[in-house]
T-cell receptor, first 112, second 112 residues
Framework: DAGITQSPRHKVTETGTPVTLRCHQT?????MYWYRQDPGHGLRLIHY???????DKGEVSDGYSVSRSKTEDFLLTLESATSSQTSVYFC???????????FGSGTRLTVV | GNSVTQMEGPVTLSEEAFLTINCTYT??????LFWYVQYPGEGLQLLLK?????DKGSNKGFEATYRKETTSFHLEKGSVQVSDSAVYFC???????????FGTGTRLTVIP
């Protein structure tokens, strides 16, 4: 097992509420990523981090923010959830100088 | 830019049938190419990869060859099993890009 866990695994929330998803790794990898998976789109990058307090936007970052205060944790926050953010969210980690990504098991988020 | 076009699904095959899932790509540099597999309720797992033209990736009876002249990376397996039922994603990681670009995924169902 690669040592990456996501929490919660499932969440239902109401429109307009803030939501935070957590990704935790025990591998001490430098790079961490948040993707969303939607039918017909595959996986799309939301944000990524290349070190503590170093983050950057991906292709679908609107409405999302991230934080990384420790190497092992990468948080994804929906400041005010909308129905369009109903999706399955995957965290991934990658070692520096490697092209191998390891994915977590995902968080299924439903915004009602 | 970078993009991956993947064969539309779903694909339904009988056990022991031959499998091909088509994948073509566009990239600005010299990409590495990947196939990921997602079993029901799980995250993505790396199935195989190829890092340069004419390389063949293989794992668990699956193969794919990196064809630069046709910008393709088609997935094949000679004899599928029920346990191969999953969603398969083609992806690329381009030179200097801090992201995996995914195709839309192909759902494979193998029936006994």
């Amino acid at each position: 097992d690669a040592g990456i866990t996501q929490s919660p695994r499932h969440k239902v929330t109401e429109t307009g509420t803030p939501v935070t998803l957590r990704c935790h790794q025990t591998e001490n990898h430098r790079y961490m990523y948040w993707y969303r998976q939607d039918p017909g789109h595959g996986l799309r990058l939301i944000h990524y981090s290349y070190g503590v307090k170093d983050t950057d936007k991906g292709e679908v970052s609107d409405g999302y923010s991230v934080s990384r205060s420790k190497t092992e944790d990468f948080l994804l926050t929906l400041e005010s959830a909308t129905s369009s953010q109903t999706s399955v969210y995957f965290c991934a980690i990658r070692k520096i100088d490697s092209d191998g990504y390891t994915f977590g098991s995902g968080t299924r988020l439903t915004v009602v | 830019g970078n993009s991956v076009t993947q064969m539309e699904g779903p694909v339904t095959l009988s056990e022991e049938a031959f499998l091909t899932i088509n994948c073509t790509y566009t990239a600005t540099g010299y990409p590495s190419l990947f196939w990921y597999v997602q079993y029901p309720g799980e995250g993505l797992q790396l199935l195989l990869k190829a890092t340069k033209a004419d390389d063949k990736g293989s794992n668990k009876g699956f193969e794919a060859t990196y064809r630069k002249e046709t910008t393709s990376f088609h997935l094949e397996k000679g004899s599928v099993q029920v346990s191969d039922s999953a969603v398969y994603f083609c992806a690329l990681s381009d030179t200097g890009a801090n992201n995996l670009f995914f195709g839309t995924g192909t759902r494979l169902t193998v029936i006994p």
